[in-house]
């Protein structure tokens, strides 16, 4: 009797963490890092205080959005030229950068909800190409 | 008596003390410069004495998939916070991970400053780097004094600063672009 | 302002050492050694069988824990930690990739410094 209730009790808690650690959303903003003022920069007001702190760029604009849900399998989705792939879910999440064909870096993260996540250094003329990522 | 590390291992978590000797002994001179980095030269020995202890008491529990370097490294850095508590005498507290707030690793001794032989002639710039080392906070100074003096890796850092192999890296770059900020504004 | 080249920084930081003092190594030992026989060595982990209904019983504590855990606190890995990187290819060619984890905010940066698009790997 005591071990079919512990039992019970484990199959429960199982599929409760395992819907809990991998339902959810994830957003990808694009955003343009620049020494010269252009674009807005709503939509960044909880990455501007990292971005001003740690990277050596005056201005930082928004360039593009979007979002997909986890966990994911191959969700693609293109943002100013790039291809961002994702696989997995918030726990272990593989993601794929690409630019036109050419592949340019593959990574596996963990998500922590509401911590961002932030891929940088991409090309764009005089500027760069910051992708940040935030499990919801 | 030089044996295979494999061997002498297992012999020492045989309870074989001389095993143990042979094995550590290699490991004594890195373990005391990470001693002095964390208490000062004064206490050192004390800290690597405890540090062996530990490790001779905990060595039948030690993982093979661990460095016995980082393991040991982390013993250290234990024994160390130990000593540097009795010092301050306020009472113990858990040190997390990450929580840099309360971390008596801030409150390192000042070595840069106190080093033997400040008597002899030194290359100009040599003098520079230990002035704006010893400028530097604390948590930078341990971080570029671990890796570039003595020569740990990226792991056994993390090991005795109690913090995540990112964290160490942060405060590494950190540390070198404060480091050429004052040394450039002492030009 | 003349740049200072780090690796210079770097040779004077390796003479920094401070000096040794450290014990020789027979007072050492033989300090040891006479302490070590005071202290018994721990036992091996998993040379202790714990019967079968404590087990369980312990299972089935840590299960009601963490249920209560992920109730209240709306997840596992929600809350503790920040996001970080678990592993990392960087295809295109570059110089240097530096990761910074921002304390506060729990974020972590990887920044691929001087990446050219002009190599790649074509798929």
């Known amino acids: 009797m005591r071990r079919g209730i512990s039992v019970i009790l484990a199959c429960l808690f199982v599929s409760l963490l395992s819907a809990s650690a991998q339902a959810g959303s994830l957003s990808v903003r694009l955003v343009r890092a620049s020494h010269t003022a252009g ?47 994702c696989s997995g879910s918030q726990n272990s999440l593989a993601i794929t950068v690409k630019h ?12 922590s909800r509401g911590k961002p996540l932030i891929l940088g250094g991409f090309p764009s003329g005089q500027d760069k190409l910051v992708l940040v990522f935030v499990a919801r | 008596m030089s044996g295979k590390p494999d061997v002498l291992l297992e012999q020492a978590k045989n309870g074989d003390v001389d095993a ?6 290699n490991l004594r001179p890195s373990v005391h410069a990470v001693a002095c980095r964390l208490v000062g030269t004064a206490d050192a020995d004390d800290v690597v004495m405890d540090t062996y202890l530990k490790a001779w008491k905990a060595l039948p529990r030690f993982g093979e998939r661990a460095s016995l370097k980082t393991w040991l490294y982390r013993i250290t850095r234990n024994c ?4 540097i508590r009795s010092r301050s005498r306020r009472p113990a507290f858990v040190l997390q991970g990450n929580d840099e707030r309360e971390n008596p690793l801030e409150n390192l001794p000042d070595e840069t400053q ?10 100009e710039l040599v003098d520079c780097v230990k002035a704006a080392m010893s400028r530097l906070p604390p948590k930078h100074r341990l971080a570029l004094q671990l890796r570039f003096t003595d020569d740990l890796s990226y792991g056994e850092m993390a090991a005795v600063m109690g913090v ?10 950190n540390g070198k672009r404060k480091l050429r900020k004052i040394l450039e504004e002492a030009e | 302002m003349s740049r200072l080249p780090w690796r210079k920084i770097e040779t004077s930081l390796r003479t920094e050492r401070p000096e040794s003092g450290m014990k020789p ?8 050694k006479a302490r070590a026989r005071l202290c018994n060595q721990d036992s091996p982990v998993g040379s202790v069988r714990v019967p079968m209904f404590l087990r369980w019983g312990l299972a089935t504590t840590c299960a009601a824990a963490l249920l209560a855990v992920v109730v209240t606190q709306g997840g596992l890995g929600s809350t503790e930690g920040g996001s970080h990187i678990k592993s990392l290819e960087v295809v295109a060619s570059h110089s240097a990739v530096m990761i910074i984890e921002d304390e506060p905010t729990e974020s972590t940066i990887l920044w691929i410094v001087d990446m050219s698009l002009d190599r790649g790997e074509s798929t």
């Open chain 2, 20 to 25: 143990f000797a042979e094995l550590f002994e």
């Open chain 2, 80 to 83: 160390g916070l130990d000593l």
């Open chain 1, 100 to 111: 036109g064909r050419k592949q340019l870096l593959n990574t596996s993260v963990r998500l």
């Open chain 2, 114 to 123: 106190r080093l033997p032989g400040e008597d002899l002639e030194r290359d």
């Open chain 3, 25 to 32: 190594a027979d007072a050492f030992w033989s300090d040891f």
């Open chain 2, 164 to 173: 995540s192999i990112g964290t160490v890296m942060s405060r590494l770059f």
């Open chain 1, 39 to 85: 674009g807005s920069s709503s939509g960044l007001g909880d990455v501007i205080p990292v971005f001003q702190k740690s990277l050596p760029y005056s201005h930082y604009s928004l360039a593009g959005s979007t979002s997909m849900t986890l966990p994911a399998s191959k969700a693609t989705r293109q943002l100013g030229g790039y291809s961002v792939t």
